[in-house]
């Protein structure tokens, strides 16, 4: 059961992170003019349409992305486990 409980504590709090990132970057991309806007997705879409990136580039980028998080995560919960655990022993 705390092993569950660890789990759940761990990805609620990426979660958090995660949406605290993507708020951010919302709030920091909100702040632009239009124009300013327009510029930077002007660039972007000039950068990808220029030159694209080639496949087992972006499933590489994506394994290691979604394998950094799932090891993040992994060492979030044996770290809220192993506190639990102490605690509960401490009862």
Known sequence: MTRTISKVIA???LAIAIGL???DYYL???EMTREAF???QTKRYDRYRDSPRPLGFDI???LFAFGG????YEGMAFVIFIVL???RAGK
Not at 69 to 72: R, T
Request: charge should be positive.
């Open 60 to 62: 590489s980028i994506s």
């Open 11 to 13: 990805a609620v709090t």
């Open 21 to 23: 990132f993507i708020h």
């Open 69 to 72: 998080l799932f090891v993040i």
């Open 85 to 87: 655990k102490k605690v």
């Open 38 to 40: 327009i510029t930077d």
């Open 28 to 30: 920091k991309r909100g």
